[in-house]
């Protein structure tokens, strides 16, 4: 119950209605190159997906945890019924991607160009595939036990191994959560749409509450969660800037910048 009246909660307060500046300014893409970067992201992370039983580690690397994430976990986990879980696949996967695209859909249309509304949405998948991309390399390589499997937080007597079960850290739906809404408020600063405020307040909220539900349903740690929140918001306000600045400034100079665990190549 508590997990249906959050959900609905959210989708309300995405509901509310959302105006547009008049005369959107445009910003730099390119259909090839940006479509190639997130088609290619995305197939990386379809395809580790797919493949995870061969390339998740069979036994954890990283075992163990610490007194900060312990006394988090003890002080969120709600129980083994899997409502935490649920709700934050249906808010990660359904409620706040579709609520992010329909607001830069209906910004851009009231802005005067509804076409440009599709290039928000190219930027902000863009930046959210690469952030999930990122984030799928990071935990097949560490391999962290999931608190869930190390406290025995289940609700029959046994279960079967998974694959998943030692792929904690970091947070793939904070991550995406933090990504996405992290890009969709910097398109629409860049933009000059007036409900700016709207996407930053409602999107990162929403984002946080992704967040806090994984704890929650026992499937991520603390640490997990703050480094999938800093990721994905580095994500998504460093490489809209960084790849698709405005048309009316210059553009970055050429070169690798740094980013976490990594390099964003600017041309």
Not at 166 to 182: K, P
């Amino acid at each position: 119950m508590r997990a249906a009246a959050l959900v609905a909660a959210v989708t309300a307060s995405l509901a509310l209605p959302l105006p547009a500046r008049p005369d959107p300014r445009p910003l730099r893409y390119d259909l090839r190159r940006d479509g190639a970067i997130a088609g290619t992201a995305l197939a990386f992370w379809v395809g580790t997906e797919l493949s995870k039983e061969r390339l998740a580690p069979s036994a954890c690397r990283f075992c163990g945890t610490n007194a900060l994430d312990a006394a988090a976990r003890d002080a969120l986990v709600w129980g083994h019924d899997g409502h935490a879980r649920r709700a934050s696949d249906v808010l990660a996967f359904g409620i706040l991607p579709a609520a992010l695209a329909g607001h830069q859909l209906l910004a851009a249309r009231g802005a005067g160009d509804g076409k440009e509304g599709l290039v928000d949405l190219l930027i902000v998948a863009e930046a959210a595939a690469l952030a999930a991309t990122l984030n799928q390399i990071v935990k097949l390589s560490v391999g962290r036990q999931r608190p869930f499997v190390r406290y025995g937080n289940w609700a029959g007597p046994s279960r079967e191994p998974d694959p998943d079960d030692n792929l904690s850290f970091y947070s793939g739906h904070t991550t995406l959560a933090f990504a996405l809404a992290s890009a969709a408020g910097t398109v629409s600063s860049m933009r000059g749409y007036e409900s700016t405020p709207w996407v930053w307040g409602v999107g990162m909220t929403a984002a946080a509450t992704i967040g806090w539900l994984r704890i929650a349903g026992d499937k991520h740690y603390l640490t997990d969660v703050l480094v999938g929140a800093a990721t994905g918001t580095a994500a998504g306000v460093l490489l809209p800037r960084l790849l698709h600045g405005r048309e009316d400034e210059a553009p970055a100079a050429s070169g690798f910048v740094p980013v976490p665990f990594g390099f964003v190549y600017v041309f």
